[in-house]
């Protein structure tokens, strides 16, 4: 028999099942569309990105900065050193900062995560590099005048002539008038750059001693590469570029962030795929069952058993391909709708068109084809081996064997897994970590084997709950559902995937917040507290404002402090330092020592002064990052219990004298009051309402505060799982659509013998809510199984506390139930509609 009466066969095949054909491309679509829709949503911002900062240095010959990020800077004298080499023509010192620039309402405008800094405006004819453009007024003149970028002071509607306020770090609220806007090539995104005089700049920014970086132009005599090694060899200690080095690492950076973002969509794109992977060997499984029979008759007439696979398998060929051209296109809606999505909520990317590459298109297909046909195989290569004579008597069903070899397969990955996930979770750390992680996987592993053993009698006493009370329709629900146990595990496991996702950061978000809480109540005694944001912390004129309060006794700034214990260490160690009695609003508990820190002291946790070998008494050497060191004497040791403040604490002055005033902004500012009396929170939210960004916090707020920020993170990632859930949703569709063919005789049987249509309907409903809460039940089960053992893990990060959130548990139960309804609400439909006569003399 020649191939190409077997090809016709395969598509008239696909084009007479258009509902199972359309069925079967979704999901194949909504698998694609994910990787597809990461892929360009990640290359758009890359090449906007690329775009951007390709200008970065632009007409800089070379740049000179120092070589640890956030250090103070280049020394001023380095200019005049610089200035007068050999070959550069001129050199132009920057000064910069954060800032926070209020709007025409007095109102803080708002970036999305874009930053916010403020530069000293050099004129052009000692700019080196391409100056500001301006589009309306001038250039700040004098102190007290600032221009701003056209997309800033259309945020803040601001104009030329406007009174604001710019808040900064060192100097708090500083009065200022617009006195000129200029244009960005890219001024997009949130960003906000405000330009002020280079005096005043200098008082905001610099100590008067160092400048930001330097960059230099040359007169033409050397080359890029020359002017940088002479300039390097007369200031040994900088950090010299070319300007095309500057770029290339700037657009190096930005990449490296987006790879993080780009694998991160693209292991969701994988959940998504997996997903739907199931979905389409469930259905080529049933598509292959119900054409047993057509099957075994192309083998009567002569078809071989590779003909009849290569049949089965080209449709599968058809309906890849179908689908992932059409995933790619919804992927590209996809990406258009994120990039939407987090422009609404203001996160500060910058806009560009849309990037659809080779690269993505051609992997689309790949794995949209590559994974439809090997999901087709299997049920393919079965079909192939039942005898054509048993085939056309009778439908073929898994024998018992091949049942029993997965069960016992699964058992024993479950055996296995199991341990590891408790050997696991008594450890913390990355490598305790990653023993959960392998026992989870091989667990859901075990699902994957064994849950056809398993559906029947976890589906059997479930429809022993819901069912019972459908009477006779309710039993026929249960029988039709433990029929098939690979059907319905295989139907079910969709869900289970998705609900054990949704579980398991539950479980981390619901233990994040339980820790946060506990931490705070047990280990933060003031009455009120002080935050700003992340990136900008408490203004230092700020926590002066509240200690003038009459009501407040304390004022404990607590500032963040980075230093290395060893010189010769590539890392900081991130710590906190104390700006008064720490231990009047922390609860620290000392093992040794004393808790106080003044003058040259340290506080060391339990962690901290085995990890350096230091005890009470012991002096310390702590360097910053302009390689100053001071010697610390351990004050004390303390228990390793507090998140709060981190691994030690030092005094203000040591903060202080390796922290220039231009830097120093606290985390949290904590207060102890003569009470907590609506008048006193009244008394100094007046003293720091002219601060915008500070908000004061009591205690139950602050944890709320914190909380907000979590469900922020897990909303993002409750987001990305719904797709998971969605193709889940519709596997279930797909799969009783699909038994509603399978079944039209037992179905029209059924009609002709009394049945009614509400009682079909009824029917496949039922057997549609205990197939997704079957799914649901095992999710939720190894969820929460897997977000316990995780979080067990993660004690060492102050994650101490686990929390089930068990009203999300029961609303996903019930959800289930309700899903499992309402995917059954078309095949029910259609099943009732079923003609008893016509559906009896199928054949």
């Known amino acids: 028999m020649s191939g190409n009466p077997i090809r016709r066969v395969a598509l008239r095949n696909l084009a007479a099942h258009k509902v199972r054909l359309a069925l079967t491309v979704l999901s194949v679509v909504l698998g694609t569309a994910f990787i597809t829709g990461s892929f360009v949503f990640t290359d758009t911002l890359q090449r906007t990105f690329d775009d951007i900062f390709g200008d970065v240095a632009q007409g800089v010959d070379v740049r000179v900065t120092t070589e640890q990020y956030g250090a103070n800077g280049v020394p001023v004298e380095d200019v005049d050193r610089i200035a007068a080499l050999p070959g550069v023509a001129r050199t132009s010192p920057s000064i910069d900062g954060g800032v926070i620039l209020l709007d025409s309402e007095g109102a803080a405008i708002q970036t999305g995560g874009a930053p916010a800094e403020g530069y000293a405006y050099i004129p052009p004819d000692r700019f080196v590099g391409t100056p500001q453009t301006f589009v309306q007024g001038v250039p700040p003149a004098e102190d007290g005048q600032i ?18 306020t710019v808040l900064t770090i060192s100097k708090g609220m500083v009065p200022v008038t617009v006195s000129g806007i200029y244009e960005l090539d890219a001024d997009t995104g949130g960003y906000v750059g405000v330009l002020f005089t280079e005096q005043q700049a200098s008082e905001l920014f610099s ?41 290339e690492e700037t657009k190096s950076q930005v990449s490296e962030a987006l790879n993080f973002l780009n694998y991160f969509l693209l292991a969701f794109g994988a959940i998504a795929l997996l997903v739907g992977t199931f979905i389409i060997y469930n259905t080529f499984s049933m598509i292959v069952a119900q054409r047993l029979r057509e099957l075994a008759l192309l083998r009567a007439i002569g078809a071989s058993r590779q003909q009849v696979g290569r049949s089965v398998t080209l449709e599968a060929v058809v309906v890849g391909i179908i689908g992932s051209v059409i995933g790619i296109g919804a992927g590209v809606a996809l990406a258009y709708g994120l990039r939407a999505a987090l422009n609404a909520a203001d996160l500060g990317l910058p806009s560009g068109p849309l990037q ?70 008594r450890g913390v750390g990355g490598g305790a970590a990653a023993t959960v992680g392998i026992g989870a996987f091989l667990l859901i592993l075990a699902v994957l084997f064994a849950a056809p053993a398993l559906s029947r009698p976890v589906v059997g006493a479930l429809g022993a709950v819901f069912a ?32 054990m996702l949704v579980s398991v950061i539950g479980v981390f ?9 506990a931490l705070v109540d047990t280990g933060v005694k003031a009455d009120f507290m002080l935050t700003g944001p992340a990136a900008f912390g408490v203004p230092a004129p700020a926590a002066e404002a509240v200690g003038k309060v009459a009501a407040v006794e304390e004022v404990v700034p607590l500032y963040g402090f980075q230093a290395k214990f060893d010189p010769n260490d590539e890392n900081f160690e991130f710590g906190a330092a104390a700006g008064g009695p720490i231990q009047d609003v922390v609860d620290l508990k000392i093992e040794s020592g ?116 979590i469900d922020m993170l897990l909303a993002i990632l409750y987001g990305l799982l719904a797709l998971a859930v969605v193709i889940a949703i519709l596997g279930i569709v797909n799969t009783l659509a699909l038994s509603v063919v399978e079944r039209r005789r037992e179905i029209g049987m059924l009609r002709a013998v009394g049945m009614q249509r509400a009682q079909v309907r009824r029917t496949i409903y039922l057997e549609s809510l205990l197939i997704a809460v079957f799914g649901a039940v095992v ?13 067990r893990t993660l004690a060492d990060q102050g994650l101490d506390i686990i929390s089930v959130p068990w009203s999300q548990v029961v609303g996903m139960l019930i959800a289930s139930g309700i899903i499992g309804v309402l995917a059954a609400l078309w095949p029910g439909q259609r099943a009732a509609k079923t003609p008893p006569l016509e559906a009896i003399s199928d054949v």
Not at 225 to 245: F, N, S, W, Y
Not at 655 to 674: D, G, I, K
């Open 356 to 425: 659809l590459s080779p690269r993505t298109v051609i992997v689309a297909l790949l794995v949209g084809i590559i994974v439809t046909v090997v999901s087709a195989y299997a049920p393919a290569r079965r079909a192939t081996h039942v005898p054509p004579v048993a085939a056309m008597r009778e439908e073929s069903t898994a024998t018992v064997e091949s049942l029993r070899i997965r069960t016992i397969v699964g058992i024993l990955c479950a055996v296995v897994g199991a341990a590891l996930v408790a050997f696991g979770s």
């Open 207 to 247: 100590d008067g001693k160092h400048v930001s970086y330097i960059d230099v132009a040359g007169d033409g005599s050397l080359s890029d590469d020359q002017l940088r090694d002479e300039i390097a060899a007369a200031v040994p200690d900088m950090k010299v570029q070319t300007g095309e080095q500057v770029a």
């Open 594 to 709: 004393s808790v106080e820190v003044t003058g040259n002291e340290i506080l060391l946790s339990q962690t901290a002064a085995n990890d350096h070998g230091a005890r009470t008494g012991a002096t310390v050497s702590l360097t910053d990052r302009n390689g100053e060191t001071v010697e610390a004497t351990v004050k004390g040791i303390f228990a390793d219990n507090d998140q709060l403040i981190g691994p030690w604490v030092v005094s203000q002055q040591i903060y202080e004298q390796l922290t220039p005033p231009t830097s120093r902004s606290a985390m949290v500012v904590l207060m102890n009051t003569v009470d907590d009396s609506d008048a006193t929170r009244a008394a100094i939210e007046e003293a720091v309402k002219e601060y915008v960004i500070v908000q004061v916090l009591d205690r139950e707020q602050f944890k709320g505060q914190q909380a907000q920020q």
């Open 509 to 517: 978000g619901s233990s994040a917040k339980a820790s946060v809480d």
């Open 779 to 791: 999710g939720v089960v190894l969820g929460l199984a897997f977000g316990w053992a995780f979080v």
């Open 147 to 164: 221009a701003i970028n056209e997309s800033a002071a259309e945020r803040g509607d601001l104009t030329v002539g406007s009174k604001t």
């Open 468 to 499: 019972r009370p459908f009477g006779a329709v309710g039993r026929l629900a249960r029988t039709n559902a433990t029929r098939n146990p690979r059907r319905t595990a295989a139907t079910a496991f969709a869900l289970t995937l998705g609900l």
